[in-house]
């Protein structure tokens, strides 16, 4: 069976009937039900009613969560070997931990329902922000932040592919930073309609609290490496990757350095485990010769037992 890398999107990604492909997975389901069970929530509904608290980070995270797992499973359950890495974008990088049984998926859940907690309380919903920016080499957005500083904070968090950069800190200064980048050549400048301002140093005292919180959780080494967002490398050593999660929620998301790192190992297939397509879409930007493939559907998933 082809070698393979395994990707899990994090927030941004859900919808309202993101798992509609799988509605006949009684696997899909049953992960469903579990999630809804060991956090009382009901996310079944929430990804197939129409609602407003989907978008709400305290339900997103888990719920993303819920989902790369339920996609997760119903691949090994098409006998799916493990993948050469794994990764994840921001919160996914969880969904990859369990994949790869650093913990389980009810710790996972627990995990990411504290993580969101500290994360909407660390910084009140009007005074964050996030925006995209469009057409800038990483330097580029890197210098016109320092610059920026002085007035307060706005820093490069998330390198997404080459020529897509996002920004994130304190509203006011995130907003009138639009025109700034602009004038410096950017193609777009796109506040994004999130309310906290993710991997920023607004985070930082969050991070404490959720590095003690990680004390608390059973760690095992992974069953196959997953390339964290912090260092952009694999760690083996339980303590390293809760470094690794201590320091992502106040530091950049270096998703570019991170498929590079994985591409060096002349592994080309890159399977998005998980509702969307942005991680796909991001691949084929940052390794023009990889082939990625959306695993959202049964169908999806043949379509990669093809290739094999």
């Not at 005292?205 to 959720?210: H, Q, R, S, T, Y």
């Not at 080494?221 to 967002?229: R, S």
Request: charged share 20%; with cysteine; proline share 4%.
């Amino acid at each position: 069976m082809t070698d393979f890398i395994a990707l899990f999107p994090g927030q941004g990604s859900q919808s309202i009937g993101m798992m509609q492909n799988f509605a006949t997975s009684r696997l899909v389901k049953k992960t469903f039900d579990e999630a809804s069970d060991i956090l009382n929530t009901n996310f079944w509904d929430m990804v197939n009613v129409e609602n407003t608290d989907i978008n709400q980070t305290i339900n997103t995270q888990p719920l993303m969560l819920a989902a790369g797992i339920a996609t997760w499973r119903v691949l090994k359950e098409n006998n799916i070997n493990d993948p050469s890495f794994a990764a994840g974008h921001s919160l996914g990088e969880f969904s990859a931990l369990v994949a790869a049984k650093v913990f389980t998926f009810e710790s996972g859940l627990h995990i990411v329902k504290k993580r969101a907690e500290l994360m909407q309380n660390a910084v009140p919903s009007d005074k964050g922000a996030m925006a995209a920016i469009l057409g800038l080499k990483d330097s580029e957005v890197i210098n016109i932040c320092n610059n920026l500083k002085e007035k307060g904070v706005i820093e490069a968090v998330n390198f997404n592919s080459p020529g897509q950069v996002v920004v994130a800190g304190e509203k006011k200064l995130v907003d009138s930073s639009l025109e700034t980048f602009k004038a410096a050549g950017a193609k777009r400048a796109i506040v994004l309609p999130v309310s906290v301002p993710s991997h920023c140093s607004l985070m930082k005292e969050a991070a404490i609290e959720f590095k003690e919180f990680l004390t608390s959780v059973n760690f095992a080494k992974p069953i196959f490496p997953v390339v964290q967002n912090f260092e952009a490398i694999a760690y083996e050593n339980e303590e390293r990757i809760k470094e690794g999660l201590f320091h992502q929620l106040f530091n950049p998301v270096r998703w570019t350095q991170s498929i590079e790192f994985m591409s060096e190992k002349k592994l080309n297939t890159f399977l998005e485990i998980g509702p969307g397509k942005v991680l796909t879409s991001l691949g084929k930007r940052i390794n023009r010769d990889s082939k990625n493939i959306s695993i959202d559907s049964i169908d999806s998933i043949t379509e990669f037992k093809g290739i094999s």
